[in-house]
């Protein structure tokens, strides 16, 4: 359900004590756990509010990440970045994933790819500007679906080699195809399996991977049987719905697994906003 509301145009603005600071680096992020189990992340009080780089806004608090950062506030430790998805508040790990999908971009477009002269921030915009040649480079949003394959009762749940969970088929778009189309490709080469009947779900940002998950329902056409791609998968099974387990880690996937367990084929008109955010 959302509670809240992220502002995430760019409007930088000046750090008061009780925002919230995200230390990033590789593939983690700085976080405290609670006595209550629950986690939280520095404010600017206990990070300072020197070099900080203004992200976004939600409802009334600003959220910042440090740059450059050799020292971290006592009492707080770094865990992977995907950790903060099994944790409590969903609100902060939905902050957290953002943080570091902009993290990642900053991180990454530090040089021209042009003419390889350091790049400077626009003082209005999110963008990346060349002193020297004037090339711009924006933030970047890549585009993956997501489908849930039915056959009547049926759903088709994956495994991926070296990971127990089960899932739905997931992939990037590629250059030149549409939403549709890379469902098509995707379920194909991953499981050998047609499908038809494309029912828009929702989407989902999800910026571990800088991606906006786009999620549709499909029914499988012709030979139920898969052959999945053992390169890409270890097993692909369908799962009658009585038999789905309720799913623990918010996300769209299980959104669209725990809507079809008690639901069905989905078949709403107008998706309900509430499913696509943690
Ligand atoms: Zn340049």
Redesign the pocket.
């Known amino acids: 359900m959302i509670t809240n509301h992220i502002y995430n145009q760019y409007d930088p603005q000046d750090p008061s004590p009780r925002d919230t600071v995200f230390f990033f680096r590789r593939g983690e992020v700085l976080i405290r756990t609670l006595p209550s189990g629950e986690y939280r992340c520095p404010t600017v009080e206990e990070a300072g509010s020197q070099c900080l780089r203004y992200l976004f806004r939600i409802d009334d608090t600003c959220y910042f990440m440090r740059e450059e950062s050799e020292t971290v506030p006592e009492g707080y430790e770094y865990v992977n970045i995907r950790h903060t998805r099994t944790l409590s508040p969903h609100d902060l790990s939905f902050a957290v994933m953002t943080g570091y999908h902009l993290y990642q971009w900053y991180h990454y477009h530090q040089f ?1 790819g ?2 390889g ?1 350091r790049l400077e921030h626009h003082p209005r915009d999110r963008k990346m500007i ?1 002193p ?2 004037g ?1 711009a480079v924006y933030p970047y949003v890549k585009p993956a679906i997501i489908v849930a394959i039915t056959d009547g009762d049926r759903l088709l749940l994956t495994t991926r080699p070296g990971h127990d969970i089960r899932a739905l088929v997931a992939g990037y778009c590629e250059i030149g195809e549409s939403a549709e189309e890379a469902v098509s490709r995707e379920v194909r080469e991953e499981t050998g399996l047609a499908v038809t009947d494309l029912k828009y779900f929702g989407t989902q940002p999800w910026g571990y991977d800088a991606n906006l998950m786009i999620g549709y329902f499909a029914r499988v056409k012709g030979d139920p049987t898969p052959h999945p791609d053992m390169n890409e998968l270890s097993g692909a099974v369908w799962v009658p719905r009585e038999e789905i387990e309720d799913q623990a880690i918010p996300s769209l996937g299980s959104e669209m697994i725990m809507y079809f367990k008690y639901h069905g084929w989905f078949s709403e008109e107008v998706p309900s906003e509430e499913y696509f955010r943690f």
């Open positions: 021209c042009r003419c002269t060349c020297e040649c090339h």
